[in-house]
């Protein structure tokens, strides 16, 4: 798996297809290892109102509501009832009860309490900036 990223529609995009189980098999090689910086913490914590399907999620997270089709960073809040789809949340993002948020990339510790919908062309990808609060 090759992805050039070079504007933030490329950005979106490649971590989007990621999604794609044979397309990560490809990143993810045992022959190429990938080496990271560690970050221990809990698992996810996945609630009885939680309904996720087709994403990425990455440990500490606490999630109550839906996620389709979505990468999640570390340390992510979704609240229940909030509603994710086709999404790059990054690490501390935290959205809010009946939220509903789509073909958004969410910077670091952004926070999605206020406005109940957010949603973007599927074409042209939505931008929120680190640590805004919507």
Same mark, same amino acid.
């Given at each position: 798996?090759v992805?050039?990223?070079?504007?933030?529609?490329?950005?979106?995009?490649?971590?989007?297809?990621?999604?794609?189980?044979?397309?990560?098999?490809?990143?993810?090689?045992?022959?190429?290892?990938?080496?990271?910086?560690?970050?221990?913490?809990?698992?996810t914590?996945?609630? $009885?109102? #939680?309904? &996720? /399907? =087709?994403s %990425?999620?990455?440990? *500490?997270?606490?999630i109550?509501?839906? !996620?389709?089709?979505?990468?999640m960073?570390?340390?992510?809040?979704?609240? $229940?009832? #909030?509603? &994710? /789809? =086709?999404? %790059?949340?990054?690490? *501390?993002?935290?959205?809010?009860?009946? !939220?509903?948020?789509?073909?958004?990339?969410?910077?670091?510790?952004?926070?999605?309490?206020?406005?109940?919908?957010?949603?973007?062309?599927?074409?042209?990808?939505?931008?929120?900036?680190?640590?805004?609060?919507?």
């Amino acid at each position: 798996f090759v992805a050039c990223v070079n504007d933030f529609k490329s950005y979106f995009n490649a971590n989007i297809d990621l999604l794609d189980y044979d397309k990560a098999m490809d990143l993810f090689n045992s022959d190429w290892p990938i080496y990271t910086r560690t970050n221990d913490s809990a698992p996810t914590h996945y609630f $009885e109102s #939680a309904d &996720v /399907k =087709n994403s %990425v999620i990455s440990n *500490g997270r606490s999630i109550e509501g839906t !996620v389709e089709h979505s990468v999640m960073g570390r340390g992510c809040q979704i609240e $229940e009832g #909030a509603v &994710v /789809k =086709n999404c %790059v949340v990054l690490s *501390g993002v935290k959205i809010g009860k009946g !939220v509903h948020v789509e073909n958004m990339v969410i910077d670091r510790n952004a926070k999605l309490i206020h406005t109940p919908e957010i949603i973007a062309d599927p074409g042209h990808p939505g931008y929120i900036k680190r640590g805004d609060t919507l």
